[in-house]
C-alpha cells in the first residue's frame, strides 16, 4: 500500500474517532484519539517523516496530501472538542479539569504567537518537499556571515550601521564576534560537517540595527533554504517555489522571479507571487501592481563552494560536480502577507488584543 493511501485509511479511521468521541460525549477518549493521529508521535507525524521514502516526482503531490489531511484532521478534531464541551451535563462536581473552558472563558487561554504558527507552517510545507529543519548559532564570526558567503571586504553590510559587532575594546576590529546578520551563516555550517547532496532549511532570529518601523526591526526572522546535488538548476529552484506558495497561499497563486543581485548567489533573483488579498487584480496590499515580494533566491556562486572546501580541506563541494540553489525569506513579512497585517510592530508589543485576533 502506498504512503498516500495508507494516509487516507488513518484519515478515515481518525474522523470516526473524533465523531464517536463527541458522540459519546467523551473528552477523554477525544484526547486518546487526539494522541493516536495528530500527536507528536502519532501516525501523522510518522507519515511525515516517511516522505523521504517516496519516488522525487511523487514527493511534491505526497506532502501536499499529508498537509491537507493534517489540516482536516485538526479541523474535525477542534469541531469534536466543542460538541463534547457543549454536551456536557449542567450538574455535577464545581470543576472539572477534564472539560474545555466555556466559550466565554476561552480567549483567555494561551496560544501560539503568529510568528510560532507562520514558522511552524512554513517548516512543515519545506518538511513535506523534502528539506530538513537545521540550527546554527546566534552569534558568529566574519567568516561564516561575511567571507564564506562571498560578501567582499568593501560590502556595505560590513559596516557597523548595517551589524551588530560585540566587542569589549571600545571599536570594532576583525575577527571579532557579532550577531549573525542572515540565516545563510547555518548553511556553511552544515556543509562544513556534512557532504552532498544536501537539502536543508535554517528558521531562526537574526538582528541588524535597523531603526524600527512599520516594515523593519532590530530583531527578526528568517527563513532560508539550501538544496545541493548533482545536476540542480534554476528550473528545480522555481518548481521548488511554486510547490510552496502554492501550499501557503493557496492553489493557483502565481511566481515571478526579477533578476537581482546577491553575493553568494550567481544568478539572484527576487521572488514575487500574486497578491493573497486580491489574487492579482491589485489593491492597497500590493500597492495596486498585483504582486507582493517574499523573498530572495538564486543558485549557489560557486565561489561559496571553494570557501566551503577551503574550511573543510577537501574538495566536498566541487562546483564542477555538484550545484545548489538557496532561497531565503522574512518570516515576518510572510506573517504579515498571510494575516493581512500592516505593521510589523504589533508582533513585538504583546498587545493581547492584536494576539487574540490571529
Known amino acids: ?8 485509511t488513518a484519515r478515515d479511521e481518525a474522523l470516526a474517532a473524533f465523531q464517536a468521541a463527541a458522540g ?4 477523554k477518549r477525544l484526547e486518546e484519539a487526539r494522541i493516536k493521529y495528530l500527536g507528536s508521535n502519532g501516525l501523522l507525524k510518522a507519515f511525515m517523516n516517511r516522505l523521504k521514502e517516496v519516488p522525487k516526482e511523487e514527493k511534491p503531490a505526497a506532502g501536499k496530501r499529508l498537509n491537507d489531511i493534517r489540516r482536516e484532521l485538526e479541523e474535525a478534531f477542534e469541531a469534536a472538542k466543542s460538541a463534547v464541551g457543549a454536551g456536557a451535563p449542567a450538574a455535577g462536581p464545581s470543576f472539572d479539569v477534564t472539560e474545555p473552558l466555556p466559550p466565554e472563558q476561552r480567549s483567555t487561554l494561551g496560544r501560539r504567537h503568529p510568528l510560532t504558527r507562520t514558522t511552524d507552517t512554513l517548516r512543515d510545507l519545506l518538511r513535506a518537499l523534502g528539506f530538513e529543519a537545521v540550527e546554527g548559532p546566534e552569534v558568529e564570526d566574519e567568516r561564516h556571515n561575511f567571507d564564506d558567503l562571498n560578501v567582499p571586504k568593501d560590502h556595505p553590510a560590513r559596516d557597523s550601521f ?18 549573525r546578520s542572515q540565516t545563510s551563516t547555518v548553511q556553511i555550517r552544515i556543509m562544513e560537517t556534512r557532504t552532498p547532496p ?12 535597523d531603526r524600527i518601523d512599520a516594515t ?8 532560508e533554504g539550501l538544496y545541493v546535488d548533482r545536476g540542480v538548476s534554476m528550473a528545480d529552484l522555481k518548481g521548488t517555489l511554486q510547490l510552496f506558495v502554492e501550499g501557503l497561499f493557496g492553489a493557483g497563486t502565481k511566481v515571478r522571479f526579477r533578476p537581482s543581485f546577491f553575493p553568494f548567489t550567481e544568478p539572484s533573483a527576487e521572488l514575487d507571487c500574486s497578491c493573497p488579498a486580491c489574487g492579482g487584480s491589485g489593491c492597497a496590499v500590493c500597492k495596486r501592481t498585483g504582486w507582493v515580494e517574499l523573498g530572495g533566491c538564486g543558485m ?16 566536498a563541494y566541487d562546483p564542477e560536480i555538484w550545484t545548489g540553489f538557496a532561497f531565503g525569506f522574512g518570516i515576518e513579512r ?7 497585517i500592516d505593521d510589523l510592530r504589533l508582533f513585538l508589543e504583546n498587545d493581547l488584543r492584536f494576539l487574540r485576533q490571529i
Not at 300 to 315: C, I, L, M, T
Open 1 to 8: 500500500m502506498s504512503l498516500q493511501a495508507e494516509a487516507q
Open 24 to 27: 459519546a460525549r467523551d473528552p
Open 162 to 179: 548595517d551589524t551588530f559587532f560585540l566587542t569589549t575594546r571600545g571599536a570594532f576590529k576583525p575577527g571579532d564576534a557579532l550577531l
Open 198 to 209: 544536501l537539502r536543508v532549511i535554517a528558521p531562526g532570529r537574526v538582528y541588524r540595527p
Open 216 to 223: 523593519h526591526a532590530s530583531t527578526f526572522h528568517q527563513i
Open 300 to 315: 549557489v556562486d560557486p565561489n561559496v563552494f571553494e570557501a566551503v572546501n577551503r574550511a573543510r580541506g577537501d574538495r
Open 334 to 340: 510572510m506573517a504579515m502577507r498571510r494575516y493581512g
